[in-house]
């Protein structure tokens, strides 16, 4: 049963053990994981990982919001890095709106517009958008990608209000879920209500999760419980809902090596 993590800071694991957890993953049964990117120095480090397994990850390049605003020299190389190495970067992420941090959320409006700029970006080099939307900010988000012709989008580990859901299904967009799934009921309602054409999986590592992964290392193993749990859901076997996972990934993302 091969397996596609969706959503990974793989860039955030001790790089000197990133071969032997590549090699690990790959032969347990992972097919791919896409790497986001938080920042342009994490975005050099995901364009390396890249070039090391190119049959392996899926390359985001983009600037999580959940930090100050970048200064403009780092978005102006950031923008012109998804330029130059287009061939090589699979989509625009991790990009969105802040929630979390407070001093950002007082600079939503400047937020928005860095966001229609990633926006802009993924329609012009024809690149999925990876977003970082929770809560209240989901729906802004939405409208931002209308607004702009957003194609093609996925909204990781999100939690928003079942209309917002409707909406993001309804244009096409893709959802992911995290190991939550196996243990929280936010989650496991968010996992029945997508399409399995368009649910996808992911861990968000190295980010720490509780319930059965309490304590570990966060990898992308733990998709085996999350599959396992989405199954059940649907009422289908593992395997099924495992292949679905995989194409959703390769719908979005494209073929790996492409």
């Given at each position: 049963m091969q397996l596609m993590d969706s959503h990974i800071h793989l860039d955030r694991y001790p790089m000197d053990e990133v071969d032997k957890l590549v090699s690990g993953w790959r032969e347990d049964g992972i097919a791919g994981?896409?790497?986001?990117?938080?920042?342009?120095?994490?975005a050099y480090r995901t364009l390396e990982l890249k070039q090391r397994y190119p049959e392996f990850i899926y390359a985001a390049v983009g600037y999580h919001p959940e930090q100050p605003l970048p200064c403009p020299g780092e978005l102006d190389e950031l923008?012109?890095?998804?330029?130059?190495?287009r061939k090589m970067?699979?989509?625009?992420?991790?990009?969105?709106l802040p929630h979390y941090n407070l001093e950002a959320v007082r600079e939503l409006a400047a937020y928005r517009e860095l966001l229609a700029e990633f926006a802009l970006l993924s329609v012009k080099l024809d690149l999925p958008l990876v977003l970082h939307a929770v809560h209240d900010k989901a729906a802004l988000a939405v409208n931002v990608l209308l607004l702009?012709?957003?194609?093609?989008?996925?909204?990781?580990?999100l939690k928003a209000p079942d209309e917002v859901v409707d909406r993001i299904i309804e244009h096409g967009y893709y959802i992911s879920v995290t190991p939550e799934v196996c243990y929280r009921e936010r989650d496991r309602r968010l996992a029945r209500r997508v399409p399995l054409s368009h649910l996808l999986l992911e861990t968000d590592g190295p980010w720490p999760h509780h319930g059965p992964f309490a304590g570990k290392m966060t990898t992308p193993?733990?998709?085996?419980?999350?599959?396992?749990?989405?199954?059940?859901?649907?009422?289908?076997?593992?395997?099924?809902?495992?292949?679905?996972s995989s194409q959703a990934v390769q719908n979005l993302y494209g073929q790996l090596g492409e």
């Open positions: 994981v896409v790497a986001v990117s938080m920042n342009l120095a994490s923008i012109s890095l998804l330029y130059k190495e970067i699979n989509a625009v992420g991790e990009v969105g702009h012709g957003v194609r093609k989008a996925h909204f990781h580990w193993l733990f998709l085996r419980k999350s599959i396992a749990a989405v199954a059940k859901l649907h009422g289908i076997l593992p395997e099924e809902a495992a292949a679905a």
